[in-house]
Antibody, heavy 118, light 105 residues
Framework: QEQMQESGPGLVKPSETLSLTCSVS??????????WGWIRQPPGKGLEWIGN???????YYNPSLRSRVTISIDTSKNQFSLRLTSVTAADTAVYSC??????????WGQGTLVTVYS | EIVMTQSPPTLSVSPGERATLSCRAS??????LAWYQQKPGQAPRLLIY???TRATGIPARFSGSGSGTEFTVTISSLQSEDSAVYYC????????FGQGTKVEI
């Protein structure tokens, strides 16, 4: 059964770095078919694409976040990760990882709430 | 950035009724549009892609249509489990989502 699961701290202080990992099971992250992405949803708001990574390590980022985002991939662990630097309260959101295939997100993790607090 | 605008923000319907949700793109996205359903506390689920193709396991009462800048998803006979927020997403350029339509039954 294909599954994706996010993990990482639920609390981050302002100006620090948010770090999350997505573990993939039931599918190979090395597959040349798929990209792997991060999406976030602030409380009570809509969805925002953060970025994608390909098995080769090629990355694609939302222009509005590009200066602060790094997405990396670890094929040996079948995982990929998100780093978002210099966080503020506006970065408080549920962060979800997802499989990105031909433009659509066809498999999602449950999401994890990250709160930026001082 | 392609801005996606969904309407109405909230739709209240009775079981068995038909519901039509709309999504408008700020510029043409051709047929590169998907719809997702999100229930409280759950991850979004892919409903429709390529504007009108149902994803695996999605009931036939869900149908999508449109191209260019105007899209709709129709739920032909609403059931209680269809209460959710529905999002559209374009993938003609880097992905952007609409703000969602909440369907209340």
């Amino acid at each position: 059964q294909e599954q994706m699961q996010e993990s990482g701290p639920g609390l981050v202080k302002p100006s620090e770095t948010l770090s999350l990992t997505c573990s993939v099971s039931g599918d190979s992250i090395s597959s040349s078919r798929n990209h792997w992405g991060w999406i976030r949803q602030p409380p009570g708001k809509g969805l925002e694409w953060i970025g994608n990574v390909f098995y080769s390590g090629d990355t694609y980022y939302n222009p509005s976040l590009r200066s602060r985002v790094t997405i990396s991939i670890d094929t040996s662990k079948n995982q990929f990760s998100l780093r978002l630097t210099s966080v503020t309260a506006a970065d408080t959101a549920v962060y979800s990882c997802a499989r990105f295939l031909s433009g659509i997100f066809d498999l999602w993790g449950q999401g994890t709430l990250v709160t930026v607090y001082s | 950035e392609i801005v996606m605008t969904q309407s109405p923000p909230t739709l209240s319907v009775s079981p068995g009724e038909r519901a039509t949700l709309s999504c408008r793109a700020s510029q043409s996205v051709s047929g590169n549009l998907a719809w997702y359903q999100q229930k409280p506390g759950q991850a979004p689920r892919l409903l429709i892609y390529s504007a009108s193709t149902r994803a695996t396991g999605i009931p036939a009462r869900f149908s999508g249509s449109g191209s260019g800048t105007e899209f709709t998803v129709t739920i032909s006979s609403l059931q209680s489990e269809d209460s959710a927020v529905y999002y559209c997403q374009q993938y003609n350029e880097w992905p952007t989502f609409g703000q969602g339509t909440k369907v209340e039954i």
